[in-house]
């Protein structure tokens, strides 16, 4: 594995994750034989030193310790600063591979100047380890929802044809370094949750192609860190899709996303949350809509 002028940059982000952290690590360097690469962890504040840990057991990998908590974005926007790669490969440090499907992400990336970042197949790590992404649909203007293509899915044939995506996922997602250079990078105003959304709307507008590749599987323990029910997960939920319509929408599709939001998607979810006993989750949602208007 030479480091000195590496093909891909392997950035993570890692938050009290030490354990997922080395198991991602431990996968790169044992899979990835086609390419050279480094591997870049920002610790984002954990509450060990967690970063200097990494550091002493893979001398290889580069680190960084922030101790404010930067969010996604803010994390892997450190990583980015310092890659030396030709590709960016953004990718969850609850995540691992199986198999180097490295070549196929980059010819699909090099098959056409047009095409500016590709995201694999993503399946859960679980049994059955159904498939978790293979593609988002465009989100609605006053819903800002969406369809992630095969979730839940066998993996089967079905979901084994490249194709144009409306946008990339965050767990794992490989760009040119040009795309950096005209899109910018990852906003930071999210924090958490809807901000690769938001860039990958950026790339779009810059004149590039999002595509799925199935050729390359990346393995998703899914939510390790923030739980998949949570208040802070409800919160940036319910903010950030407002946050998304009022920076990419205008006109009337804007205020009436918004007032969807409010009127229907806000109390529809929180009357959910308080009639499971969830009390904490119902007021998250709340405290979403009320931050959003602290933002815009």
């Known amino acids: 594995m030479k480091q000195t002028s590496p093909i891909i940059s392997f950035i993570t982000i890692c938050y009290n994750g030490l354990n997922d952290t080395c198991e991602l690590i431990e996968s790169l360097r044992t899979t990835i034989h086609s390419v050279s690469y480094e591997i870049i962890v920002v610790d984002n504040a954990s509450r060990q030193d967690e970063a200097r840990m990494i550091q002493e057991r893979y001398p290889f990998v580069r680190t960084l310790r922030s101790e404010k908590n930067l969010g996604f974005a803010g994390g892997n926007n450190l990583g980015i600063q310092i890659a030396q790669g030709q590709y960016l490969f953004l990718i969850n440090n609850d995540t691992y591979l199986l198999e180097d499907g490295l070549p196929a992400l980059i010819e699909r990336l090099e098959s056409s100047p047009r095409i500016g970042a590709v995201s694999p197949k993503i399946?859960?790590?679980?049994?059955?380890?159904?498939?978790?992404?293979?593609?988002?649909?465009?989100?609605?203007?006053?819903?800002?929802?969406?369809?992630?293509?095969?979730?839940?899915?066998?993996?089967?044939?079905?979901?084994?044809?490249?194709?144009?995506?409306?946008?990339?996922?965050?767990?794992?997602?490989?760009?040119?370094?040009?795309?950096?250079?005209?899109?910018?990078?990852?906003?930071?105003?999210?924090?958490?949750?809807?901000?690769?959304?938001?860039?990958?709307?950026?790339?779009?507008?810059?004149?590039?192609?999002?595509?799925?590749?199935?050729?390359?599987?990346?393995?998703?323990?899914?939510?390790?860190?923030?739980?998949?029910?949570?208040?802070?997960?409800?919160?940036?939920?319910?903010?950030?899709?407002?946050?998304y319509a009022w920076r990419n929408l205008s006109g009337m599709k804007r205020c009436l996303s918004i007032v969807y939001q409010m009127l229907v998607v806000a109390p529809k979810d929180s009357l959910r949350f308080a009639?499971?006993?969830?009390?904490?989750?119902?007021?998250?949602?709340?405290?979403?809509?009320?931050?959003?208007?602290?933002?815009?």
């Open 123 to 243: 399946r859960f790590a679980f049994p059955p380890q159904n498939i978790q992404f293979a593609g988002y649909t465009k989100l609605s203007p006053y819903t800002m929802r969406n369809k992630a293509l095969g979730m839940g899915c066998p993996d089967d044939a079905t979901f084994s044809t490249p194709r144009p995506s409306a946008y990339l996922h965050g767990a794992a997602l490989m760009l040119k370094r040009e795309v950096i250079w005209k899109a910018g990078l990852m906003p930071e105003i999210y924090f958490l949750y809807y901000e690769e959304l938001d860039w990958c709307t950026s790339m779009t507008r810059a004149g590039y192609q999002l595509w799925y590749e199935p050729r390359c599987t990346v393995f998703h323990k899914e939510s390790q860190s923030t739980g998949r029910q949570s208040p802070l997960r409800a919160f940036y939920m319910m903010r950030n899709r407002m946050l």
């Open 275 to 296: 009639l499971k006993g969830q009390p904490k989750l119902a007021g998250a949602v709340w405290r979403g809509v009320k931050d959003f208007w602290t933002l815009c």
